[in-house]
């Protein structure tokens, strides 16, 4: 069973619109991590944040805010204000307590058009 | 360097040709993943180390994929007789210690194409 779902295949959006990127995970442990990366068309992969399952607090940084509610299972990404240079693929990612590895999800495409 | 490097950045390969690929991580870190990202897709898990032992090595898609790292520093991961479904990217990461959960910083990934 896919464990990282990122429904939206692609988006494309105005530039200075509000874009959230939306992420459904999957795990029956208690403790597990979230993540979200970055893959900007050099490929390389840019980490943006990490959160632990016990912290539900919502972060902000900068035009970047994360959703973590583990009642939906659910972890939103919202760009606001976007860029064109916020154009990318994003992923979000689960590492579950008892492994090392990450599950990505399939990524969600992001246009941003001038 | 200040993060992981990979080379080469670029290979093309015939078919049942071997290849090797290189990462280096990042000074000091000591788990070190590898990752097969096909195209459209994202990154799959392929093997990890903890400085020069290789602990899990469960997404390895075949026996003619090899990993090593054998000062627990530099990795490279082998691939023989390359076949066409063998063209990916293939992603290296580190992080510095092995905690749970750790976040994994990424290289910049070796393209392999195989013909």
């Known amino acids: 069973a896919q464990k990282v779902t990122q429904a939206q295949t692609e988006i494309s959006v105005v530039e200075k619109e509000d874009v959230t990127l939306d992420c459904v995970y999957e795990t029956r442990d208690t403790t597990y991590y979230l993540f979200w990366y970055k893959q900007p068309p050099s490929g390389e992969l840019v980490f943006l944040i990490r959160r632990n399952s016990f912290d539900e607090q919502n972060e902000i940084s900068g035009r970047y805010s994360w959703n973590f509610q583990k009642s939906t299972s659910s972890f939103n990404f919202t760009i606001t204000a976007s860029q064109v240079v916020d154009s990318a693929v994003y992923f979000c990612?689960?590492?579950?307590?008892?492994?090392?590895?990450?599950?990505f999800g399939k990524g969600t495409r992001l246009h941003i058009l001038p | 360097g200040a993060g992981v490097s990979q080379s080469p950045r670029y290979k093309v390969a015939k078919r049942g040709q071997d290849v090797a690929l290189r990462c280096d991580p990042i000074?000091?870190?000591?788990?070190l993943f590898w990752y097969q990202q096909a195209l459209g897709q994202g990154p799959e898990f392929l093997t990890y180390f903890q400085n020069e032992a290789q602990l899990d090595k469960s997404g390895l898609p075949s026996d003619r994929f090899f990993a090593e790292r054998p000062e627990g520093s530099v990795s490279t991961l082998k691939i023989q007789r390359t076949q066409q479904e063998d063209s990916a990217v293939y992603l290296c990461a580190s992080s510095p210690v092995r905690l749970p959960g750790e976040t994994q910083y990424f290289g910049p990934g070796t393209r392999l194409l195989v013909l």
């Open positions: 000074s000091g870190h000591v788990s």
């Open positions: 990612a689960l590492i579950m307590n008892r492994d090392d590895k990450i599950f």
